[in-house]
């Protein structure tokens, strides 16, 4: 995986995949070590992502790399005209593996055929995240002790959530049975139902998510955007019909969590956090040593 | 027979290309793709003619003029059906169908105005996800581009 760039979650392997997930069980061990003290990242956010950006930066600095980089375009060269071409060419110059967060869908492809170093998509627009993927899986195979046969219920936003698509996308790789709950008008896209068809694997549409919990053994839950609705009053009624309250999980599974990508609104209450279900800070914690994980295969540290 | 006496409603040509089976309604696009309405040769053209096959279809006739394949893959895009008749002293000389490609580079633009390839100066690469009822996912934002939207550089 030496210098293998990470665009899309299907540029790797089920089996590379794996050995991220392996990988980053030893960094969960033993978070602290120096074996990127040689080594400089560049973390380019062309738009502002706190948690990736904080993830991707405190995986480095535990590992005793260096970081380099912007948080936003507006007082960089993207700002004067400068190409994406151009910025990546230069800024290859000065690092060993390039982070990079772009609104324009396609740019991490493409920054990755043009670069040098490898290139590592932290999200390019409403396309791909697949960094997320891994954590997500690694989320999953940490609180199941397996990724096989499992039942994911997906709830909210399915048609433009990227996290969703590409999990949806990874698990078809593991005999999932997917239960998918969103309003109508949000439904996952042909394009990633594809996938799922293509594995003969099964999988059910709701609109209601109170009939998918007791038999789930992941909740995934996301959030629910105003701009994607004209109408303000659908998206108030659509709003209210996602929430996860405590009292709803108290039937559920032992083996069952609650996953989010975060950030939450209002779809997961508060009251959930408190119980032993609610999984989603320590999914945003994996997402550390998942990093950590990839940036060394990729570097050839392991 | 009848398919002869049609053919004779646009004029026979000397040396050149008769694109056949075109769909009516692609008639003006293929003669954009091949950019024909700035070309000096003659160029004769029939669009809703009766074709026992497809109900109606269109035609052009280029005179001197042969086509390169990837000038004809971009016509494939619009007219899946078309045949290729290259004509020579009024006979023709080879017959062939276009074929939809594989792969489509460079000719036409992505659907998505978010894509790379409408911000940065970058050839468009598709895989033709499905050939008959066009469907092109472009190698770098990976939405589709339907035959319905198609636009060309």
Redesign the interface.
Known sequence: MKNKSLV?INDYTKEEQLRVLELAREFEKNPVQTILQDYVVASLFFEPSTRTRLSFESAVNRLGGKVIGFSEASNTSVKKGE???DTILTIANYSDLIVMRN?????A??ASEISPVPIINAG?????HPTQTLLDLYSILKTQGTLDNLHVAFVGDLKYGRTVHSLVIALCNFNTTFHLVSPLELKLPS?VKMHIKEKNLNYHQYTDMEEVIPNADVLYMTRIQRERFSDPLEYERIKNSYNLHHDMILNTKDNFRVLHPLPRVTEIDINVDSSPKAYYFEQALNGVYVRQALMSLILGLH | MSEKIKELKVSAIENGTVIDHIPSHAVFQVIRILKLDSFDNMVLFATNLESKKYGTKGLIKVSNKYFLPEELNKIALVAPHASIIEIKDFQVSSKKIVETPDHVNGIVR?F?P????N????TTRFTVVEKEDLRLK???????TRRSNIEFK
């Open positions: 899309s190409s994406l071409r609104p324009v869908e396609g740019s492809r493409f390019d627009g409403a396309n791909q394009s | 992505c998505n978010n894509c790379v390839t911000h940065e100066q970058v472009c190698h770098f934002c990976e939405k589709i």
